[in-house]
Structures are given as structure tokens and as C-alpha cells.
């Protein structure tokens, strides 16, 4: 089974590649786990935030597998438990799906990311940095890999 998330952001600071290592490193290879990030709109002097969105969206469905469930990463999503994600990971992992997470960038996804989304997930109702979900989470899908094969991680 493999997941990849497709986030907006690229060359980001030392902390933020050492903190997704640090997770996404513990999965076996039969559980990928792959980040794949896409570039930023332009942000710059006289930016148009709707026109960057718009180019991150279209690289972002440009980046979407044929046959991959999508979800949202979403403050506005539907909250899980780990015990909820690891139970849609085994799900995942019984269908044979492959899986991947839109993260948005500084303003959020384009709408029509949310709404080629499956499913919409929220980590939380408080808004977090966009480099901050890529480590929570490869921290929550460890995690819940560890519930799913009895490991003394999650208490
Ligand atoms: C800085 S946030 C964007 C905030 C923007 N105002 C919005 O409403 O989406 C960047 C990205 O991080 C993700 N994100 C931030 N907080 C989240 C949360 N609590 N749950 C799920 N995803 C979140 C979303 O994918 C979002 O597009």
C-alpha cells in the first residue's frame, strides 16, 4: 500500500524535512509512505492570490493518481481519531488503495481540489501551518501503523 502527500511548499527549512523524516523513516516498505511537493504560486510584489491558487491547484490534480482515494487535509474536514485512521488504514490496506492527501498551501486548497476530494479530514479545529500537517501527518500514519501491528508506540 503506498500513501503520498501532495503538499504545496518546497525547500523548506532544515526542521520541517528532520520532523517528516523522522516518522515517514519508521514505515516498512510495505507501507509507503512518499511526499511529493509541489511549488508555490507566486506570492511576490502585486501577486494575485486567486491565480496562485489556481496554478498550485492545477498542479496539484495534474499530480493525482488514476486510482487514488483522495483526501483533503481540511480544517473544515471531518475529524478522526488515530484508532478511526488506523482502521481506514486497514481498509485502505485490504482494498489494495493507494491513497493520497492534498495538503494546501498558504491560502488554502483550490476548490477544485476539495472537490475532487473523496473525503475531507481535519487534524484538528485550530488552522496549522501548511509545513507543519506534512510532519503531523507522517506522525499520525505511523502511529496508526503502530496500533495496527500491536506496537508498544501508541498508549
Ligand atoms: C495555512 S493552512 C491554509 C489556511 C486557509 N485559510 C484555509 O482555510 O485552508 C494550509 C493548509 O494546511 C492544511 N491544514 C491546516 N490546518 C489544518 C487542520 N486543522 N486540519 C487539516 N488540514 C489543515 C490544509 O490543507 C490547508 O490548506
Not at 483533503?72 to 475529524?79: C, E, S
Not at 507543519?132 to 495496527?148: F, P, S
Request: with cysteine; glycine share 8%.
Amino acid at each position: 500500500m503506498r500513501v503520498r502527500i501532495l503538499a504545496v511548499g518546497q525547500k523548506m527549512p532544515a526542521w520541517v524535512e528532520s520532523g517528516y523524516q523522522e516518522y515517514s523513516k519508521r514505515l516498512p516498505a510495505d507501507f509507503q509512505l512518499e511526499l511529493i511537493e509541489l511549488a508555490p504560486g507566486y506570492r511576490g510584489k502585486g501577486a494575485d492570490i486567486a491565480r496562485a491558487m489556481r496554478s498550485e491547484g492545477d498542479a496539484m490534480l495534474a499530480a493525482i493518481g488514476k486510482n487514488e482515494r483522495v483526501i483533503a487535509l481540511d480544517v473544515k474536514g471531518k475529524p478522526w481519531s488515530t484508532e478511526q485512521l488506523a482502521s481506514q488504514a486497514e481498509d485502505w490496506r485490504m482494498a489494495g488503495a493507494n491513497v493520497c492527501l492534498l495538503v494546501g498551501g498558504p491560502d488554502g486548497l483550490d476548490p477544485r481540489c476539495l472537490q475532487r476530494a473523496d473525503q475531507k479530514w481535519s487534524l484538528s479545529a485550530l488552522t496549522l501551518p501548511h509545513p507543519l500537517v506534512r510532519i503531523v501527518l507522517a506522525e499520525q500514519i505511523y502511529r496508526a501503523w503502530t496500533l495496527l501491528q500491536g506496537h508498544p508506540y501508541h498508549k
